[in-house]
């Protein structure tokens, strides 16, 4: 079993739809991400949370919401979606060990938003 | 400023060759990390090595290995001996120490296509 997963995998969705996409791990990691990715371009951090009490802004967190229900979910949410959050989605955990604190990241949600 | 750069859209190899996939970067903490990521047509974004700024030695992880310069603030990534797995798209990635959000910064990455 995939230790971060996602839900859905892939949606469709209309222009003003209030929409969640989950994620899920098994890591025990504390640090979790939502990242998206948009074509020809790199991932970019939408929020993020190194505790199940702590929520922080990234660099593109307007238009979104997410919530820390456990260590082991954190769900992002699209109160009111327009078609230019249409993305790939990523979910992504890590642990500070020593220095490192890789990133580990879920298969991806592909949201497209008509 | 872009804080890393992937200057080649694209590259093809021959299958069991090297590979040099390039990536330069750009920050002014002293401390931070470089990673590269391999993402297949599949979507997923898979882990491959990571090289940290006070490392003295290149890293290497397997086919993997980073030819880390300082000074000129390049961390490239080397692929020996391709297989046709490897075709995917690699991306280039910076976390910096003092940046409280411990997020990665990526590049726009590069496609690399493995010839048989």
């Known amino acids: 079993d995939a230790d971060v997963t996602q839900t859905p995998r892939n949606r469709i969705t209309k222009t003003g739809k209030r929409i969640m996409l989950e994620c899920s791990q098994t890591k025990g990691h504390d640090r979790m991400y939502w990242y998206r990715q948009d074509p020809g371009l790199g991932l970019r951090l939408i929020y993020y949370s190194f505790d199940v009490k702590d929520i922080n802004k990234g660099e593109i967190s307007d238009g979104y919401s997410v919530s820390r229900q456990a260590q082991a979910k954190f769900s992002l949410s699209l109160e009111s979606a327009i078609p230019n959050q249409t993305a790939l989605y990523f979910c992504?955990?890590?642990?500070?060990?020593?220095?490192?604190?890789?990133?580990?990241f879920g298969p991806g949600t592909r949201l497209t938003v008509l | 400023a872009q804080k890393i750069t992937q200057t080649q859209p694209g590259m093809f190899v021959q299958e069991k060759e090297a590979v040099t996939l390039d990536c330069t970067y750009d920050?002014?903490?002293?401390?931070?990390?470089l990673f590269w990521y391999k993402q297949p047509s599949s979507g997923e974004m898979i882990f491959l090595i990571y090289q940290g700024s006070y490392d003295q030695q290149n890293a290497t992880e397997g086919r993997y290995s980073l030819n880390f310069q300082k000074a000129r603030k390049s961390a490239n990534l080397v692929i020996s001996a391709s297989q046709l797995g490897d075709s995917a798209m690699y991306f280039c990635?910076?976390?910096?120490?003092?940046?409280?959000?411990?997020?990665?910064?990526f590049g726009t990455g590069t496609r690399l296509t493995v010839i048989p």
């Open positions: 992504a955990t890590s642990d500070l060990a020593g220095e490192v604190d890789t990133q580990y």
């Open positions: 990635a910076m976390r910096e120490r003092r940046s409280g959000a411990n997020n990665l910064f």
């Open positions: 920050t002014s903490d002293p401390s931070y990390g």
